[in-house]
Nanobody
Framework: VQLVESGGGLVQPGGSLRLSCAAS????????MSWYRQAPGKERELVAS????????NYADSVKGRFTISRDNAKNTVYLQMNSLKSEDTAVYFC??????????????WGQGTQVTVSS
């Protein structure tokens, strides 16, 4: 079982990045997926989530209108499109999978994180 994030990097304020989270070893379609972030000295916080059924999305107020979470179950991948980036978006971004079906209930997996730095 593995979640691997990619797509992080250094970007100027106002720029964009697309993060990817590739899953292996479990059926992504049976999992609710989330992106979290943790800035230095701060608690890890939920950024966005997308449900396994219906693709319902939810966003932190700080990223609404700027970030978009999506999933491609055929590719076993979840994405986070980040636009209009601000310095306060600088953090390590983590992908999380939470079992949503009766057979996957109670299961939870985390990726290793990818660094996003917004700076001029």
């Amino acid at each position: 079982v593995q979640l691997v994030e990619s797509g992080g990097g250094l970007v100027q304020p106002g720029g964009s990045l697309r993060l990817s989270c590739a899953a292996s070893g479990f059926p992504l379609s049976k999992y609710d997926m989330s992106w979290y972030r943790q800035a230095p000295g701060k608690e890890r916080e939920l950024v966005a989530s997308i449900s396994s059924v219906g693709g319902r999305t939810n966003y932190a107020d700080s990223v609404k209108g700027r970030f978009t979470i999506s999933r491609d179950n055929a590719k076993n991948t979840v994405y986070l499109q980040m636009n209009s980036l601000k310095s306060e978006d600088t953090a390590v971004y983590f992908c999380k999978a939470t079992g949503a079906s009766i057979f996957e209930a109670g299961k939870e997996y985390w990726g290793q994180g990818t660094q996003v730095t917004v700076s001029s």
